[in-house]
């Protein structure tokens, strides 16, 4: 079913086949012939990509070019293909017992940083994205829940989201694990604590900065966080239905796309704004689409944002199929 809040009456909700909608098929036809000859042929973008039936993704990254990589609670394993075409394949085969969540590549090092459990022990992993070689193997003590990471120069940072924690793993220049030790850096200052059993710090990325963005799960909002002390400071967020929850985070720019920030079946997009030595955000609509169902992470490939649908709550999810959904990335105002 179609998500009615993505209807061409509300010019703040954009959905791909609202921008279909508002072109007249003569309009699309002309331009489509006056292009044609000059264009380069290029394949066409799917609007889904089938990943393997009871995989239970959470995670998506995606690098170089429309390579992506999905993790899965399941197993823990990994698969990656290209967005654009071709079937997934296993690059980091499952294990009994490891879940993983979060993922993030990182060019510098041809690695994919993963985050999850095994057993009851939190990991930080660094899988090579070439070879699917287990690079570094983190445990992270005392670990409650980690979710979500963000590889900056100095430091792998993930949310440990039932404890109101970061944890950071050191890093040189080339994007490589030093071998140094693991920082714990409580989230203080005006960081909603969670009681201890809830989601709060969830998706994380880095800003311009330095400054570390978060959501939280439990009570909404955007946070910035100094990584030297853990102190947090509400991004404030004008316009809009207001960020109520969240997900995983994309940053494109100055363009911040919250999963799940202000409704279930879509994606919220926020343009970020420095001055002042202040972050601020200013809602930019959303992006939504009927193939969305309870989407969990995003990244950004070929020009697109690319969302991979959890599906949590679906009936049977060791055997049911999942997808990723191409949703625009295109920003106006």
Partial sequence: MTDTSAAPSDPTRFSRRTAVGLVGGAALAAMAASTAAAAPRVPRAPETVALPDGLRPEGITSGPGTTYYVGSLADGRIVTGDLMQGSPRV????????????????????L??????????????????????VVADVVVPGAAFLNDLVVTPTTVWVTDSRVDRLAGVPVGA???????????????????????????????????????????????????????????????VTGGPGITGGDGLVLDGDVLYNVRGSGAAEVSVLRLTRAAGSWTARWNG????????????????????????????????GTAPYWITRLPARVQG
């Avoid at 999850?116 to 899988?127: I, R």
């Avoid at 490589?176 to 709060?200: C, E, M, Q, S």
């Avoid at 900065?209 to 990584?227: E, I």
């Avoid at 689409?289 to 999810?317: C, K, Q, Y």
């Fill in 91 to 110: 690059l980091l085969a499952g294990a009994t017992g490891r879940s993983l969540r979060g993922l993030c590549y990182d060019g510098r090092s041809g």
């Fill in 112 to 133: 994919v940083w993963a985050v999850g459990s095994l057993g009851t022990e939190g990991h930080v992993w660094a899988v090579a994205a070439a070879t699917g070689a």
């Fill in 174 to 236: 080339g994007g490589l694990p030093t071998g140094a030790p693991l920082v714990v850096l409580p989230l203080t200052g005006a960081w909603p604590a969670g009681p201890g059993t809830a989601i709060n710090a969830n998706g994380i990325r880095a800003l311009s900065d330095g400054t570390l963005v978060l959501n939280n799960s439990r009570v909404g909002g955007l946070w910035g966080v100094d990584p030297a002390t853990g102190v947090a400071s509400a991004i404030p």
């Fill in 286 to 317: 959303a992006r939504s689409d009927e193939t969305l169902d309870v989407p969990s992470t995003a990244t950004i490939a070929g020009g697109w944002l690319w969302a991979v649908n959890a599906r949590f709550g679906v009936a049977s999810p």
